[in-house]
């Protein structure tokens, strides 16, 4: 609740703009709606039945009367000038739609959260300005375009990628979308380790590999670009290492649930005594974790150390800008929630390509069925 009450009280102090502030309750088991009207919203929606956030949002914009329509999600708290900079965007330019990108000050002071929302930090401020996808956390579209495109797919019914489908679904019926990184908004979300696991595998991952895969191409932007899928490959053949030395030795699957507890000792660290004692306690147990499997286990445990080193190397851009907001201690300590981070990468890949394979050998058999019932009733 506090986050939608900092969200509103942000978007009330916006300069520069006479915005209509519209709140969908998406049948939340809180007082959404109460503190909404409190805050000054011009209109709360209450669904009947909990739907998602494309058809809370497609809900929002049928009721609204502006020309511009602005996302904002929840947990998202703008600057005074994010919401004028998104309008001017689209009524200067040529642009559909417009979004921005986090800023480098997340709210949450866990290790997973600071490393979770500096990553989507990095990934916009280093992508193309023209961009082939939305972002509905902070973005913003010409209400007919909005409309004339049929607004964000309900057949997404949780937080998924209806933003991102959206997104590729205006590109591909050639309206321009513009990524400007300098229009920045504060995220306040706490991400748990789990939490960032499922949403990066089932709410993310998954569906985006199979939409990029109908789509039929692999766009060098964002977080798919070639170093990021070589990345994921090198982490997969860190994993592959581990399993191969466990068939000597059981010890070595210690290594994986030793990354994870860290991982988890470093957040609590970081939320109870501050982001600079959760980096240390990460840091200091992964040189350490590193050393003893290199002494117990020459060859897995220096496979591990050079592709470590490697993927460091390939994203030393992440890393500096890491160092450069927060501090070298705390650069280290996020290189074992990048691994996580590729690991899902690469389950979801794998298991999209699958369902992808399935369905297309599914339509595949069908047709065949058809064709035959056809040539037999001939």
């Known amino acids: 609740m506090d986050d939608l009450r900092c969200c509103l009280e942000a978007i009330g102090h916006s300069q520069g703009v006479n915005s209509e502030v519209i709140v969908v309750d998406d049948c939340s088991d809180d007082a959404t709606g109460d503190t909404a009207l409190q805050m000054h919203a011009d209109r709360v929606i209450q669904m009947s039945e909990r739907s998602g956030p494309a058809v809370a949002r497609n809900h929002g914009v049928k009721v609204a009367s502006a020309d511009i329509i602005v996302f904002i999600d929840a947990d998202v708290q703008v600057m005074p000038d994010t919401i004028r900079r998104l309008a001017e965007r689209l009524q200067q330019g040529p642009w559909s739609a417009v979004f921005g990108s986090y800023c480098v000050r997340p709210t949450s002071p866990g290790l997973v959260s600071q490393f979770r929302n500096l990553l989507h930090h990095f990934f916009h401020q280093t992508s193309e300005q023209e961009a082939g996808t ?95 899928r070589l990345s994921v490959v090198l982490t997969a053949i860190l994993i592959l290492a581990v399993f191969i030395q466990s068939v000597f030795d059981p010890w070595a699957m210690l290594v994986l649930p030793g990354l994870t507890g860290l991982v988890l000792a470093g957040d609590f660290a970081a939320i109870r005594g501050g982001a600079g004692l959760g980096s240390l306690v990460v840091a200091t147990g992964l040189a350490g974790l590193l050393a003893w499997s290199t002494a117990v286990w020459p060859v897995m445990g220096s496979v591990i150390v050079a592709g470590t080193a490697a993927i460091a190397v390939i994203n030393r851009e992440v890393f500096q800008l890491f160092a450069a907001v927060r501090s070298t201690m705390f650069s280290i300590a996020c290189l074992p929630l990048l691994l996580a981070y590729y690991f899902c990468c690469g389950v979801s890949a794998a298991v999209g390509l699958t369902q992808h394979w399935c369905s297309a050998s599914a339509s595949s058999l069908r047709g065949m069925l058809f064709a035959s019932d056809a040539r037999a009733e001939s």
């Open 134 to 228: 939305f972002w509905a956390g902070c973005g913003a579209v010409r209400r007919e375009v909005f409309v004339g495109e049929g607004g964000f797919s309900e057949n997404y019914t949780i937080p998924c990628i209806e933003d991102v489908e959206f997104g590729v679904r205006l590109r591909r019926n050639e309206h321009r979308i513009l990524l400007d990184a300098a229009i920045q908004a504060t995220h306040r979300k706490h991400w748990s380790l789990y939490g960032t696991l499922r949403t990066d595998i089932l709410c993310r991952g998954i569906p985006w590999m199979r939409l990029l895969l109908e789509q039929g191409s692999l766009p060098n932007d964002l977080n798919i670009r070639v170093s990021q």
